[in-house]
């Protein structure tokens, strides 16, 4: 089993200022260190998934996925009512698993609705009867990997599909 890094940690520092595209801002924080015990947990992700995900950067505490996803890699987002209010103000729509295309995001949601993990969408799902495609998250501190929607450690089944619509 992979070890989940801490998913609030204390900032390092305040991040760059982000905005929804309403003008609202967005808190963010710029987390400069991993630890020791967290760098010693990275090989779980490795042995876990080991041929099935492929890493695409060097590991970093400065963004999350979150960050990944909706502040251009700069900074990490860690409040949930800051994803919604970023759903809601950015204009994203939810879209049905057979409509998804690149540039699309995935967000998995926890069973009590609120927003764990996300990533986004690179290549148009496989055609079979999952259609699940291929994804580029940032998993914690640990590096930017692509996988199948489905590996990793959050419910894919809990996972919806979002595109800003205007």
Not at 74 to 93: F, P, V
Not at 159 to 164: D, L, V
């Amino acid at each position: 089993m992979a070890v989940l890094l801490t998913p609030n940690p204390p900032p390092s520092r305040k991040g760059p200022a982000l905005e929804t595209k309403l003008g609202n801002p967005i808190d963010n924080y710029q987390v400069t260190e991993i630890s020791k015990f967290e760098r010693n947990q990275f090989h779980n992700y490795e042995r876990r998934y080991s041929g099935r995900i492929e890493i695409r950067s060097q590991a970093t505490p400065m963004y999350n996925c979150h960050g990944l996803t909706f502040a251009c890699r700069r900074s990490g987002i860690y409040d949930s009512s800051a994803l919604n209010l970023i759903l809601q103000d950015d204009a994203y729509k939810e879209i049905p698993p057979d409509q998804v295309l690149p540039g699309d995001i995935i967000l998995y949601y926890g069973r009590d609705g609120d927003i764990e993990h996300s990533g986004i969408v690179v290549s148009t799902p496989r055609i079979d009867p999952l259609r699940i495609p291929l994804v580029v998250s940032k998993w914690g501190k640990y590096h930017e990997i692509l996988h199948l929607a489905n590996e990793c450690d959050y419910n894919f089944s809990l996972a919806k599909y979002y595109r800003i619509t205007t």
